[in-house]
């Protein structure tokens, strides 16, 4: 069965440092997703990909932030200049449609530990 | 601002059921959600709901009300495998593509 994938599972940094995490999203899904989770805590919904461009993003995405889709099978989530506060598990999302039956199907997750 | 409550934590024996329940308060609605997320692994969909009613797969069905902004995740003959958090989501209509999850039901299911 399909599945999302991401890359590196585990990644330190120093704060202040910038990280790239990478995500390969199911290959006939339309719509990409990035949510973080702080330990312990609920799931953030952090924005959504279509057609090469932000559709939705929240509070949380700020200027530091950004999303790319390099070639037709990746999707990576730069983060600019680490802080201490963006250290959880960022997970990746795909779905095939965006209406309102859609199923997100989820990555595994990279841990960002940041020092 | 969005509000979804859950139960923090939950715990029943093997075999038995289990309801979760969440309320929600957000801008607009669109459909509720259901995901299970063991610990450390990723969530993973269980259900959706747009309209009222009860949604069943297998053991698990969902049920919704849209009039009380309420829905909840019923869990039949609970097994140890069972045992992960249970997260509700809601779309909210103003916001296609964004969700806003509940803070998390960690069930506990015992012998």
């Known amino acids: 069965e399909p599945e999302v994938t991401q890359t590196p599972s585990h990644q330190v940094t120093q704060m202040g440092q910038e990280v790239i995490l990478r995500c390969v999203p199911i290959s006939n899904h339309l719509y990409f997703y990035w949510y973080r989770q702080i330990l312990g805590q609920k799931v953030e919904f952090l924005v959504s990909f279509y057609n090469n461009e932000i559709s939705e993003k929240s509070e949380i995405f700020d200027d530091q932030f950004s999303v790319e889709r390099p070639d037709g099978s990746n999707f990576t989530l730069k983060i600019r200049s680490t802080k201490l506060e963006d250290s959880a598990m960022y997970f990746c999302?795909?779905?095939?449609?965006?209406?309102?039956?859609?199923?997100?199907?989820f990555g595994p997750g990279t841990r960002l530990t940041v020092l | 601002g969005q509000s979804l409550e859950q139960p923090s934590e939950v715990t029943a024996v093997e075999g038995a059921i289990v309801q979760i329940n969440c309320t929600y308060q957000t801008s607009g609605f669109y459909g509720l959600s259901w995901y299970q997320q063991h610990d450390g692994g990723a969530p993973t969909f269980l259900s959706y709901?747009?309209?009222?009613g009860l949604e069943e797969t297998g053991r698990f069905s969902s049920f919704l009300s849209r009039s009380d902004s309420y829905g909840y995740l019923l869990l039949q003959e609970l097994q140890m495998k069972d045992s992960a958090s249970y997260f509700c989501?809601?779309?909210?209509?103003?916001?296609?593509?964004?969700?806003?999850f509940g803070s998390g039901t960690k069930l506990n299911v015992k012998p």
């Open positions: 709901n747009a309209l009222d």
């Open positions: 999302a795909s779905s095939k449609q965006g209406g309102n039956t859609d199923t997100q199907y």
């Open positions: 989501a809601v779309k909210t209509e103003d916001n296609f593509n964004k969700f806003y």
